[in-house]
């Protein structure tokens, strides 16, 4: 996960929302301030991806814990340095 703080926005990589859309890595806003101030990257979550004309976005987010294969760190939006 990454978050873009000035705008609510989290990058998610998700699984298949059955007869919406495919597994995908995708950006969301997330419309609550407190569940958006108590993400931090690397979270696994289980949340609802709700949809209102055009406009969508997760909520109802509830923290997990997930095998290590099913919740994978989204690589760091900043290039890596090196030595």
Request: proline fraction near 10%; hydrophobic fraction near 35%; aromatic fraction near 6%.
């Amino acid at each position: 996960m990454r978050l873009e703080a000035g705008d609510k926005l989290a990058t998610i990589r998700h699984k298949k929302i059955e007869g919406y859309m495919d597994a995908m890595t995708m950006t969301f806003p997330i419309q609550d301030p407190q569940e958006f101030g108590a993400l931090q990257v690397g979270n696994c979550i289980d949340g609802t991806v709700f949809v209102q004309g055009d406009n969508l976005w997760v909520g109802e987010i509830k923290h997990t814990i997930a095998p290590p294969d099913l919740c994978v760190p989204l690589p760091s939006a900043e290039p890596q340095k090196t030595p």
